[in-house]
T-cell receptor
């Protein structure tokens, strides 16, 4: 158990819909990262938050947004969903220094039909 | 982002040591070398990290070249549960410390 909790584990929704993925980081970790992994693809960095503020942005579509709340949990909002958005979405948390490890959740598998 | 190069795939026999190489010729002085692995249908799992000196933990050892342009992850006695994709990643300065995953090395363990 990494200590990072993601909900829901599975999500099936229709094209055009909006969903929210939730991540609770490890206790004490201020940084949260979101990644997308499509079938047989690599892990694509989407966005990072540090103590409530956006710190880095990767290949995140404009239809996607995220936020980190005062209790440090984070949500990734995906809207106007397309078939190609079907993927595993992972959340990770870590301390702020580059010599600390990151811990990943088990992911949310999103299927858009 | 600083880039790493790894072989696409490797095979090893069960209970034999495994040496997974990684080249990072553009590494800067403050970049940490991190290794993660991803088992099928699971999130990535931290393995080990280091800066300059060789590192050991319960999972593996990390051997870092003196010029830091390459490193090797060593699994001392591979088991079937070690079959995974292994990622070598450079974690850069504070403020840009996200982990950028490449394609990694797919390790197959032969019983």
């Amino acid at each position: 158990d990494s200590g990072v909790t993601q909900t829901p584990k599975h999500l099936i929704t229709a094209t055009g819909q909006r969903v929210t993925l939730r991540c609770s980081p490890r206790s004490g970790d201020l940084s949260v990262y979101w990644y997308q992994q499509s079938l047989d693809q690599g892990l694509q960095f989407l966005i990072q938050y540090y103590n409530g503020e956006e710190r880095a942005k990767g290949n995140i579509l404009e239809r996607f947004s995220a936020q980190q709340f005062p209790d440090l949990h984070s949500e990734l909002n995906l809207s106007s969903l397309e078939l190609g958005d079907s993927a595993l979405y992972f959340c990770a948390s870590s301390g702020q220094l580059q010599n600390t490890e990151a811990f990943f959740g088990q992911g949310t598998r999103l299927t858009v039909v | 982002d600083a880039k790493t190069t790894q072989p696409n795939s490797m095979e090893s026999n069960e209970e034999e040591p495994v040496h997974l190489p990684c080249n990072h010729s553009t590494i800067s002085g403050t970049d940490y070398i991190h290794w993660y692995r991803q088992l099928p249908s699971q999130g990535p799992e931290y393995v080990i990290h280091g800066l300059t000196s060789n590192v050991n933990n319960r999972m593996a050892s990390l051997a870092i070249a003196e010029d830091r342009k390459s490193s090797t992850l060593i699994l001392h006695r591979a088991t079937l549960r070690d079959a995974a994709v292994y990622y070598c990643i450079l974690r850069v300065d504070f403020g840009n410390e996200k982990l950028t995953f490449g394609t990694g090395t797919r390790l197959t363990i032969i019983p």
